[in-house]
């Protein structure tokens, strides 16, 4: 007992390091463990022949208030890059700028008429401000009524569904408008339009997964410490089992895990907290990433491709506009997504099959971005857990969730399928745990 830890975190993930943070500085003794052998999860970032690969998170956002406070907190203000905020979205063989926000009102992408539907966007956003909360996404339930496809086609048109909403949503979050609920679309656009300056994007001079690296410092984070089973102690406590390793007690447990992870680790909470882990699903992809010697062209950073111009290929970023840091003088780095509905046809093919469809698709759709005639590397990356799908129901699944904690005190969860589908969202719902299992 003398060696267990006061409070136990599994998985070091953004989710995970944001809640052993808190409460470490509480004054706990705590302990993370990490199946992998770096923190991270789906914010690490590869180095290969010096060229950084995001295997997760690409950017920061200028509204990712606590992210932003914490870079600040752990000293990295001076190690913040920003990106030119250049996207654009392929619309029959060329690309259209889509940032910053005012320039939208310009873009050749959609007709006149459907630019002007779109204020109906804004009388939605005013209608439903008070729900739309970052920091607390369940607020945003009243509204979880409609998917984003049957939204816009009921208020817009065809066209700004197909080339203005799915792009991003396709591009960014591997989802389809199909299953995506118009509570989040609307939650996203708020935030992006409460930045007065136009949404920035961000990264670190070392990559996204500088940023959980720090986190982990003077934390006891044990890497290669697969959890298998936890036991809930009706006299107090829990019992942890990681595989190949002594069983550790504490008072306090996080799970910060995928949601997919929870059932199987703790069958014994409530029936009805088991099912909303279990109607969590989530997006996959593929990242191919190509390494080149000279430039790929630099008109934009981030490129989208909407599912009328290629059903494989969901959105690409030029890795040397993006940041001086990102690849060696003289290189640059070309980082492909295959779409969430393509992988999930084609995960079953071997890597070399995926690069091969990838690259031929690169090359019917946007041949001057091809890096394959002077490539120096190539590797793929299978992500099969991408990002937690918000769909209709999600956010009056959380509601419900929020209303009626699971399982017993001291066991909280944490994850950005809590938070929101991105950085800001992981860490909100770690410290957000670490507050509740405190109580
Ligand atoms: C391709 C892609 C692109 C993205 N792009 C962006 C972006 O540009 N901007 C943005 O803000 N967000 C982006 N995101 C989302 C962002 O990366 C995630 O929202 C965030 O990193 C999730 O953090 P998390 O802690 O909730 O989960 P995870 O990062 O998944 O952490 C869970 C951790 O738990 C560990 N674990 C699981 N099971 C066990 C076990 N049994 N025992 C021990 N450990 C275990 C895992 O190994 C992992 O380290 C992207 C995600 C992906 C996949």
Redesign the pocket.
């Known amino acids: 007992m003398a060696t267990d830890p006061t409070a136990i975190v599994?998985?070091?993930?953004?989710?995970?390091?944001?809640a052993a943070r808190r409460l470490h500085a509480h004054g706990l003794h705590v302990v993370v463990?990490?199946?992998?052998a770096s923190?991270?999860?789906?914010?690490r970032t590869d180095l290969v022949q010096g060229s950084q690969i995001?295997?997760?998170?690409?950017?920061?956002?200028s509204f990712?208030t606590r992210?932003l406070a914490l870079i600040d907190e752990l000293g990295l203000r001076d190690d913040l890059y920003r990106i030119p905020s250049s996207s654009a979205i392929l619309r029959n063989g060329r690309f259209y700028s889509l940032w910053a926000n005012a320039r939208i009102a310009l873009t050749p992408l959609v007709g006149v008429a459907q630019k002007l539907s779109l204020a109906y966007l804004l009388v939605s956003l005013l209608r439903h401000g008070a729900q739309l909360d970052l920091h607390s996404f369940q607020k945003a339930y009243p509204i979880d009524n409609c998917s984003v496809s049957d939204y816009a086609r009921a208020h817009f048109s065809e066209e700004v569904l197909e080339y203005l909403l799915q792009p991003p949503l396709s591009g960014?979050?591997?989802w389809t408008p199909e299953r995506t609920s118009r509570a989040l679309l609307l939650l996203v656009l708020r935030a992006g339009l409460s930045q007065l300056a136009g949404l920035r994007l961000y990264t670190l001079r070392e990559g996204?997964g500088q940023l959980?690296r720090r986190m982990a410092e003077g934390l006891d984070v044990r890497l290669g410490?697969?959890?298998?089973a936890v036991e809930y102690q009706p006299e107090g406590g829990y019992l942890v089992r990681?595989a190949g390793g002594p069983a550790l007690r504490c008072e306090y447990l996080i799970c910060?895990?995928?949601a997919s992870?929870v059932p199987?680790?703790f069958p014994w909470i409530d029936p009805a907290a088991l099912d909303f882990f279990r109607g969590v699903h989530y997006s996959s992809?593929a990242?191919l990433a190509t390494g080149l010697h000279g430039r790929l062209p630099r008109e934009f950073y981030g490129l989208l491709f909407p599912r009328r111009e290629s059903a494989l290929l969901a959105s690409a970023t030029v890795q040397a506009v993006k940041s001086p840091f990102a690849v060696p003088q003289g290189y640059d780095t070309l980082a492909l997504?295959m779409s969430g509905p393509a992988m999930a046809g084609l995960h079953v093919y071997d890597d070399q099959t995926l690069t091969r469809v990838l690259l031929s698709e690169l090359r019917r759709v946007a041949p001057q971005y091809d890096p394959s005639a002077r490539a120096t590397f190539q590797r793929l990356y299978r992500?099969p857990?991408?990002?937690?799908e918000f769909d209709v129901g999600h956010f009056r699944r959380l509601h419900g969730l929020a209303e009626h904690p699971p399982g017993p005190p001291g066991l909280g969860f944490?994850?950005?399928?809590l938070?929101?589908?991105?950085?800001?969202?992981?860490i909100l719902?770690?410290e957000a745990a670490a507050a509740r299992v405190l109580g």
């Open positions: 599994i998985g070091a993930g953004l989710a995970g390091l944001a463990l990490e199946a992998e923190v991270g999860g789906r914010a995001e295997l997760g998170a690409e950017f920061l956002a990712y992210t960014i979050f591997y996204i959980p410490s697969r959890v298998e990681v910060a895990t995928t992870s199987r680790l992809t990242l997504h992500c857990e991408a990002l937690p944490a994850g950005d399928y938070g929101g589908p991105y950085v800001e969202g992981a719902s770690g």
